[in-house]
């Protein structure tokens, strides 16, 4: 009896040990695909306990702005889970902030976030990898909710760290 206890007690501890993928490098940096594509890219941040992170600045593909061009749209993955040591996957939201200079007026209540989607992200090597994203905003959304009106859309982009000179 004590022996089954003792092997059910190490067993509960060693899966969830075993379970957890841990990433090839940090991958900490910005990202994009400057060599044939600008305007976008992402930044990618790994903490120590390898949570993560991502925020994808694009354009919304929403009707232009008066001046004809496209506003900046920032898609956010704040966290994911390791797939395996070169990929990750997690949800995807637009939210609003505040003004810089009005960092006072941020509370939770006036923050909207609305999940939209997913990303993730598989890294060839230290340098190189894709980005796969799916968005699909949630319907009934408010006028003055941050996905309201998003089209869905969806796609897939090699990404290489910026370098810089």
Do not use: C
């Amino acid at each position: 009896m004590t022996r089954k206890l003792t092997a059910a007690f190490l067993l509960a501890f060693a899966l969830p040990a075993a379970a957890q993928v841990v990433p090839a490098t940090n991958y900490t940096d910005l990202w994009d695909n400057s060599a044939t594509e600008s305007g976008w890219g992402v930044t990618f941040v790994q903490h120590a306990s390898n949570q993560v992170q991502a925020i994808w600045f694009t354009y919304d593909p929403r009707q232009p702005d008066g001046s004809g061009h496209f506003k900046p749209l920032w898609i956010v993955m704040p966290g994911g889970t390791w797939t395996s040591p070169t990929s990750i996957t997690g949800d995807a939201y637009v939210t609003l902030g505040t003004p810089f200079g009005q960092p006072w007026a941020y509370t939770l209540a006036t923050l909207p976030v609305t999940k939209v989607g997913t990303f993730t992200f598989t890294f060839s090597d230290a340098n190189h990898g894709s980005f796969l994203y799916t968005i699909i905003p949630p319907g009934n959304l408010a006028p003055t909710d941050p996905a309201f009106g998003l089209p869905a859309f969806a796609g897939t982009r090699p990404i290489s760290r910026n370098a810089f000179p």
